[in-house]
């Protein structure tokens, strides 16, 4: 089994930052990409950034140049880090992880239980 653990979330006044993290465990073969999603009540789940096995990135417009996301395949981490926070960044956010389980020969993706962010005005 793999399970996703995220850290990080809080209140942040504007402008602010925060960094999130989200650590995958457990019978693990290998994982291609990982991204960070939000949900804010009332709306479906959005992108926020991607990033392949390869490295390359991918962010939402309304994050660019604010939010970068990173790896560390050794850790089998995913970063959010969040700068120049405003409050319509206030959410929910979710971890997914693409990953072959060992002794399996499908990828299946893996979701974090959420973090709280609140940007405050």
């Known amino acids: 089994q793999v399970q996703l653990v995220e850290s990080g979330g809080g209140l942040v006044q504007a402008g602010g930052s925060l960094r999130l993290s989200c650590a995958a465990s457990g019978r693990i073969f290998r994982i291609t990409d990982m991204g960070w999603y939000r949900q804010v009540p009332g709306k479906q789940r959005e992108l926020v950034a991607t990033?392949?096995?390869?490295?390359?990135?991918n962010y939402a417009d309304s994050v660019k140049g604010r939010f970068t996301i990173s790896r560390d395949n050794a850790k089998n981490t995913v970063y959010l880090q969040m700068n120049s926070l405003k409050p319509e960044d206030t959410a929910v956010y979710y971890c997914?992880?693409?990953?072959?389980?060992?002794?399996?020969?499908?990828?299946?993706?893996?979701w974090g239980q959420g973090t709280q962010v609140t940007v405050s005005s």
């Open positions: 990033i392949t096995g390869g490295g390359s990135t």
């Open positions: 997914k992880q693409i990953v072959q389980p060992t002794g399996q020969s499908l990828f299946r993706q893996y």
